[in-house]
């Protein structure tokens, strides 16, 4: 990620201390239903969508509403305690590692995994956009097909 961004926490160490920080710093109560969502987020690898983490909280808070749930994720964002994982035309999807990474996406089972590579850690971005516009975020996201969905299509 590049300096500057809204990111919150440190690159290491992502805890819930910090988010009742984070959380505090922007006027923000903490309720369980937004540390249950976090909590979520934080313990999950599958980068999960609305609905995703709508059915994990009702686990732990069964009145919780998928309402709630996109609101969270939306004040989540906002705050740097997560970020949506951006994709062309599929549902939104969630990460609270805010640690610099990359993401790629299988196009066929649509399954998302981490990956790190140094160069792609601090995207330059062209003058011409940065005088035009304020660039909060740049990152690298990469498509394919996962190891799996090419063995099938190899069968």
Wanted: hydrophobic share 40%; charged share 25%.
């Amino acid at each position: 990620m590049a300096k500057g961004l809204m990111n919150e926490f440190s690159a290491n160490d992502l805890n819930l201390q910090e988010f009742f920080t984070c959380c505090r710093r922007h006027g923000l109560k903490i309720t369980p239903q937004r540390t249950e969502v976090y909590k979520i987020l934080l313990g999950s690898a599958d980068h999960p969508s609305a609905e995703t983490v709508y059915q994990r909280a009702r686990e732990i808070l069964p009145n919780i509403s998928l309402d709630t749930v996109n609101r969270t994720l939306a004040t989540l964002v906002r705050i740097g305690a997560a970020f949506m994982v951006e994709g062309c035309g599929d549902v939104k999807r969630f990460d609270a590692d805010m640690r610099n990474h990359q993401h790629f996406k299988c196009v066929s089972c649509k399954r998302i995994i981490d990956f790190s590579y140094k160069p792609f850690e601090n995207v330059e971005v062209p003058a011409e956009l940065s005088r035009r516009f304020k660039v909060l975020r740049a990152m690298v996201y990469v498509e394919g097909l996962c190891e799996a969905c090419q063995a099938s299509e190899n069968q």
